[in-house]
């Protein structure tokens, strides 16, 4: 079984020669990992607090940038007429995904903890990137699961979410904060206030379930032909 996994996993990246703009797509990944791990370490050593945000949504967003790299090949003839296309659109992608996803949480989980210890400020809100992290990136997975098979579904419906969900930890957390009735942060709503290894537990099992909707939304979904819309530029650039 380890074998042809192995086997799998060697086809899937060889695979990754026929994408489009495949330096766009690795430059965008790195980008974002590199801002996003820059932007933790200057809050842990800048001795300031960080919000909900700050590296965490770069980090979440990185890993996309890794399906679409893999999404691309399958408008190459080559790949759309073989046999793997459910390799690539469901192992495949899965794979690249999880790969960089886990990495995030990663370096997510090492920076807000020591965020946490050195900085007395805004504890909670610190903590409460790591769950951000997780719900942030099964957003992303939706996101991208549908725009690329339905462009305007993915666009009425999702991204509208996406921009709500952005905005909506600012304005509950100074509700709570500001509410008679609600002292402390959102995390002590959740009984959850300076409970590092609670918020790590609860992110981890977050990511867990964001791997298993993937995978099986994936396979539900990896008969509808990806739309040639939504890597239009793409294409327009690869000609």
């Known amino acids: 079984m380890?074998?042809?996994?192995?086997?799998?996993?060697k086809t899937v990246?060889?695979?990754l020669r026929y994408s489009m703009q495949i330096k766009t797509n690795i430059a965008m990944l790195i980008i974002f990992t590199i801002l996003g791990i820059v932007y933790e370490i200057m809050s842990v050593f800048g001795g300031k607090a960080i919000s909900f945000y700050n590296g965490a949504w770069m980090l979440a967003l990185a890993p996309m940038y890794s399906v679409q790299l893999l999404?691309?090949?399958?408008?190459?003839?080559?790949?759309?007429?073989?046999?793997?296309?459910?390799?690539?659109?469901?192992?495949?992608?899965?794979?690249?995904?999880?790969?960089f996803t886990v990495l995030g949480f990663i370096f997510i989980a090492v920076f807000r903890y020591l965020n946490?210890?050195?900085n007395a400020e805004g504890g909670d809100e610190v903590l409460a990137g790591i769950i951000y992290y997780s719900i942030f990136t099964i957003m992303l997975s939706l996101y991208t699961l549908v725009i690329y098979r339905y462009l305007y579904v993915g666009y009425i419906v999702l991204l509208p979410i996406l921009i709500i969900f952005m905005v909506a930890p600012i304005f509950s957390n100074r509700i709570i904060k500001a509410s008679e009735s609600m002292k402390g942060s959102f995390l002590s709503v959740l009984g959850l206030s300076g409970n590092y290894?609670?918020?790590?537990l609860i992110g981890?099992?977050?990511?867990?379930?964001?791997?298993?909707l993937f995978y099986v939304l994936s396979r539900a979904l990896y008969k509808v032909p990806l739309d040639e819309r939504a890597f239009k530029r793409l294409l327009a650039r690869a000609k």
Do not use: H, P, W
């Not at 380890?2 to 996993?9: A, E, G, L, P, R």
């Open 204 to 212: 981890a099992i977050l990511l867990i379930v964001d791997a298993v």
């Open 2 to 9: 380890t074998k042809n996994i192995f086997k799998s996993v």
């Open 13 to 15: 990246f060889s695979m």
């Open 116 to 118: 946490f210890r050195f």
């Open 71 to 99: 999404y691309s090949t399958l408008m190459s003839g080559v790949i759309q007429s073989s046999g793997i296309r459910k390799l690539i659109t469901v192992d495949g992608a899965l794979i690249m995904k999880e790969l």
């Open 197 to 200: 290894f609670g918020c790590l």
